[in-house]
């Protein structure tokens, strides 16, 4: 590709990458969700990343004879952002499908950036042969690798099994574009590890397209289509962080059923809950989020996340949609 239809393609790239990351921000605040104020943190991350690659790419094609330790200080920028995306990518799996051990997990998380970015420093991570415009990799970059590429597999094996039980119930389309972009940015990253494993030296005079952030642009436009209307309906409703509407876990019109109202309090009762407990899955079901909770009854974030916590328990399900799910069933 040349290399100023590049430079037009990543800034095309980042400016999607941007409005969607202001549509992430607006849904985490409406829905009060951590995992969504977490996916926020990793979209902006990723986003800035493109941004950097953007700016390098400019550097290359238009600056004459660039620094080389300015080059190589973007570079090594830029493989930092590569750890944290990995680190910010499995914080949100983490919470998107409620994992258990996730402040262990969190935590080996931030280990394994920390060491990556400590290893990736010179003078035992890369060398510079300012020179040549050439940077080696020496074995502090090696362990960045590693983590990086295993927490990228560790991120593609939570996504596809989160699509196989469908985690909080997120939206099929949703999981499945998430799963796919993991799984594209493993397969970009396995093949440029072979890549420096055949010539561990890489010019700083060059800026190459991430392939990734193409079905990043596709997960954006996701994002963005499907991402801005929030619709809370009556019992039985359930919002979705993709696909905005919310969806009928029961197919049935409720109109048509003898006081639908009176069945789903009968179902209620018979999951065994306590009072404080039935009023939170009460306003489950007419679509409040976890926000319009704890402002209805007059209780912290954490109240509510700790009560919907009991009420998996007692209802033996997984999450919010399976929650709906077994209400519905039973009424």
């Known amino acids: 590709m040349a290399p100023h239809l590049s430079l037009v393609v990543r800034f095309v790239v980042v400016g999607i990458g941007i409005a969607a990351t202001l549509v992430s921000i607006l849904r985490a605040v409406r829905s009060g969700r951590e995992d969504h104020a977490a996916f926020v943190i990793f979209w902006t991350v990723f986003t800035l990343s493109l941004a950097l690659n953007l700016v390098r790419g400019y550097i290359v094609t238009n600056v004459a004879d660039p620094s080389p330790r300015t080059l190589l200080l973007l570079m090594a920028i830029s493989m930092d952002l590569n750890f944290a995306i990995v680190t910010t990518v499995l914080q949100y799996l983490h919470r998107l499908g409620s994992v258990r051990g996730r402040r262990v997990r969190d935590a080996a998380a931030l280990v394994g950036l920390l060491v990556s970015v400590v290893a990736l420093a010179p003078p035992w991570g890369v060398e510079l042969d300012a020179a040549q415009a050439e940077v080696r990799f020496l074995a502090g970059a090696w362990i960045g690798e590693g983590y990086y590429l295993l927490g990228l597999l560790y991120s593609v094996i939570l996504a596809w099994s989160f699509v196989a039980r469908r985690a909080r119930g997120e939206a099929p389309a949703f999981l499945i574009v998430m799963a796919i972009f993991a799984t594209a940015g493993l397969l970009e990253s396995s093949a440029s590890l072979v890549r420096v494993i055949a010539n561990p030296t890489a010019r700083l005079d060059r800026a190459p397209l991430i392939y990734s952030s193409l079905p990043y642009v596709v ?88 009560h919907l916590y009991r009420i998996y328990r007692k209802a033996s399900v997984p999450s919010r949609y399976g929650l709906i799910r077994a209400v519905e069933r039973s009424a």
Not at 222 to 237: A, D, H, K, Q
């Open 219 to 306: 997960y954006a436009v996701f994002l963005i289509v499907n991402g801005g209307v929030e619709e809370s309906g009556g019992p039985g409703r359930v919002l979705h962080f993709a696909g905005g509407a919310g969806e009928e876990p029961n197919t049935r019109k409720t109109e048509s059923r003898e006081d639908p109202d009176a069945r789903l309090r009968a179902a209620i009762e018979r999951l065994g809950l306590s009072e404080r407990e039935r009023e939170v899955v009460a306003l489950v079901l007419e679509g409040r989020s976890n926000k319009e909770i704890a402002d209805q009854l007059f209780v912290s974030l954490a109240t509510v996340k700790t």
